[in-house]
């Protein structure tokens, strides 16, 4: 058996962009140019039919 995992959000707190960050990363964000993220969260399977989703936040579509 082989477990599989997929990062679904890497981002920490609040997510990507924070609401009172400059970073380059959070800039690129609100412009568009790099995908907005969710707080970290992690998918994973062992028989590539049936995941588990690990610490899921809501999806908002952007």
């Known amino acids: 058996m082989t477990l599989r995992a997929h990062i ?3 981002a920490a707190g609040g ?10 990363n959070c800039r690129l964000a609100r412009e568009g ?5 969710t707080q970290s969260s992690l998918a994973v399977t062992a028989n590539e039919a049936d995941w588990a989703i690990l610490n899921a936040s809501p999806w908002k579509p952007g």
Do not use: F, T, V, Y
């Open 8 to 10: 679904l959000g890497a």
């Open 15 to 24: 997510g990507l962009p924070q609401w009172n960050c400059g970073c380059e």
């Open 33 to 37: 140019r790099i995908p907005q993220q």
